[in-house]
């Protein structure tokens, strides 16, 4: 019983960087955008927040830090760091029109390797004394969970243990569904989405809507990069540590029939799905298969995206302009 | 409103001079800006920042063949998703599918061990290889024929799959507690590619240059080709002139992965003579920008897989040298890439001022 409890606890801090991507990327298809950068812009997430945290702990010292101001620093530069990639993405594939295969690749790959070049080399840049990028005082801040939560037990463990970015997660999973099926707004970037023709006739401002939430949608997938350094990982940034978890939100997108709402529990599952290698314990089986194990979450994505793909229902197809650049005068 | 809108231009409207005017001068103000964020990060000027580029790029004749092998591998697996693309079939599987291929090529070296003569090993190794790579490429490419599932996240999949497949073979297999395999016959060279020369990559860019001619061949020349561009610019107009859109689909990708596994066997017979889950490193990825790059022409892909691996050696040297960590190459490859994915819009749409109302 323990161990469950122990395991689910788990998968949502496993989860938590998989919702914020994948709400990032279901926002970001809804208007008609495959974002396939969210791996880079979740990277470039994570190492926005840790210079930004890195440059106030270095300059106040960890003993004075303001617990308020040690998180709001890395929250507003990992935003900022997010947002310029999702900037980037959108002059290119909006304004420019550019192909958004080749611009999310592109953007993967400048992403990963600025989080892993500043990760390698900001104490040599900074000129700092620090030996490693350990913000375990940060960490600290990051990681404050409500006080009760111990005292309830299992029940307290299960839903009251985690820091507030992962509530964050689900609020602003939630939110974002209400919003796309429930306003104005959501229908008009649903239009969009689907036949950028037919709502720009309607009077809505493509463009708009395209650049609006292809950067709120990067914004909170950095949230997930900000996570994982923070709080999974305590504040130590470590190359590459990150993994492939980006490429894992966008397939979720799928596993949730791009509904923000859906992401929650299919975060957690995939969530657990990356960890149950941990646990799963067979008579005669070696460390060895414990890899095989590692491709559940992969193997799950495949046989969802094959399933949703034969039943052909059109609640659960991706938007229909999805990966095609608009252009007014082209019709 | 604002002064000016946009025109699209007609298909080939501009010259191909001027095109490619646009794109030496987005690829110019590209590095210009790479220079920037160098020169800022180290303090060194632009000037000799430069020099070590060309220097870590050509500076000796170790660099230089460790330069034309990049460029060679990079190469063959933007050849081998080409013809997928010009399909509009988005392969993003290559990793996977040259992984698989690499896997074989290392299975047979330690399997079959060192019974058989070298010629005949890596006949076997080629063929295993290409099936691998084949077999990878295929599975997708069923299901988009028969379901139209989405192949862009399928191939995605099949990449982290084979990963873990590597992962559990390395597991199995790690020589000692390394956790890694060793170099595979490294007494006997059973299964290497022979060097010519004392070359040891002169074979594997001639292979890839040989596969560079028949691809161009191929896709511009052959019926398969044809048939390939006019499923790529509209399903339906296939259909209509009696082309088996499922048939090319699946020919198609097999062919691809035919060509990935065999950019898996070069990999792992003719350089590192092992497997490890780095074996592709990335290029997989990288092959879709240059191949997109060029236009999906083989020859131009020559010039694009150039100009990536240059920038990589060259600001990996300028990482080394200044004691930065060697993603910085990355970097600046991304930088360059957004350049030259944003001089595409100059060459297909021309600005236009508005004219007065009232006209």
Known sequence: ?331 | MLGFHVVKRSKDATPWWIAWLIRIGAILLGALVCALVTVVLTGKDPIYVFTTMVNGAFGTERKLWSLLQGIAMLLCVSLAVTPAFKMKFWNIGAEGQALMGGLAAAACMMFIGESLPNWLMLLVMVVTSMLAGAIWAVIPALFKARWNTNETLFTLMMNYIAIQIVSYFICVYATGGSGKIDVINASSHIGWMPSIGGKAYLLNVIIVLALTVFMYVYLKYSKHGYEIAVVGESENTAKYIGIDVRKVIIRTMIISGLLCGLAGFLLVSGADHTISRDTIAGRGFTAIMVSWLAKFNPIVMILTSFLLVFFEKGSGQVSQICGLNASFSDVITGIIIFFIIGSEFFINFKIMKNEKEGK
């Not at chain 1, 939630?174 to 023709?197: D, K, M, Q, Y």
């Not at chain 1, 791009?258 to 957690?268: E, K, L, T």
Request: glycine residues 12%; contains cysteine; aromatic residues 12%.
């Open chain 1, 1 to 331: 019983m323990n161990m469950l409890i122990q395991f689910i606890q788990r998968a949502v801090i496993q989860g938590t960087p998989l919702l914020f991507g994948s709400t990032g990327e279901i926002l970001t298809e809804k208007s008609g955008h495959l974002n396939l950068g969210i791996p880079g812009i979740m990277y470039a997430g994570a190492i926005s927040g840790v210079i930004g945290a890195f440059f106030y702990e270095d300059k106040v010292g960890a003993a004075n830090i303001n617990p308020l101001l040690a998180i709001l620093i890395p929250l507003a530069t990992s935003m900022l760091g997010s947002l310029l990639m999702g900037l980037i993405y959108c002059f290119l594939t909006v304004t420019l029109r550019a192909n958004q295969n080749v611009t999310g690749l592109a953007l993967t790959t400048f992403g990963v390797g600025l989080g892993n070049f500043f990760g390698g080399s900001l104490i040599k840049i900074s000129g700092s004394d620090m030996p490693a990028i350990t913000l375990s005082t940060t960490s600290k801040c990051f990681k404050t969970t409500l006080p009760f939560a111990e005292s309830l037990g299992a029940f307290g463990k299960l839903f009251f243990s985690y820091s507030f970015l992962v509530y964050v997660a689900i609020i602003i999973a939630i939110v974002s569904s209400v919003i796309l099926n429930r306003t104005r707004i959501g229908l008009h970037l649903r239009a969009v989405g689907e036949n950028p023709a037919t709502a720009d006739a309607a009077g809505i401002n493509v463009n708009r809507y395209k650049y609006f939430t292809t950067c709120i949608g990067s914004m909170i997938a950095g949230l997930g990069g900000l996570y994982y350094v923070m709080d999974y990982a305590s504040g130590i940034w470590s190359n590459g540590g990150f993994g492939d978890r980006g490429w894992l939100a966008v397939a979720i997108v799928i596993f949730a029939i791009w509904r923000p709402n859906m992401a929650v529990p299919a975060s957690i599952l995939f969530g657990g799905l990356f960890i149950v290698y941990n646990y799963v314990s067979l008579p005669g089986m070696g460390i060895e298969a414990q890899e095989l194990f590692k491709m559940l979450p992969y193997l799950v994505t495949l046989v969802v995206l094959i399933i949703t793909s034969m039943r052909e229902k059109r609640e659960s197809q991706p938007p229909q302009s999805l990966g095609l650049s608009y252009f007014r005068e082209e019709r």
